[in-house]
């Protein structure tokens, strides 16, 4: 499912307009996004959590030269899958 596509079915079912229905989702996204860019833990129930991990630095190669390079340690977001998601996906409910 693309954004467009999840705004215009909350739109559709919570009978709102396609703007305020896209406000609510950039808003949404907007503080997941400054809660782990301030370190913090987003913890959705049932759906799942996301949060940051530190990949440390290490020797990669350039798939177009094949030189070593050296990667620099990053955060990067992850996401944990809660139990009720596992369970609709798994059973395909």
Do not use: C, W, Y
């Amino acid at each position: 499912m693309k954004k467009s596509e999840l705004i215009a079915t909350i739109a559709e079912k919570h009978n709102l307009s396609a703007s305020d229905a896209d406000r609510l989702v950039n808003n949404v996204f907007d503080e997941i996004t400054n809660a782990l860019a301030g370190g913090s833990r987003v913890e959705l129930r049932g759906f799942g959590s996301f949060s940051t991990r530190q990949r440390g630095a290490r020797i990669g190669r350039n798939p177009k030269t094949g030189k070593t390079v050296s990667v620099e340690p990053k955060t990067v977001p992850f996401f944990k899958a809660g139990k009720d998601l596992k369970l609709k996906v798994f059973n395909g409910k």
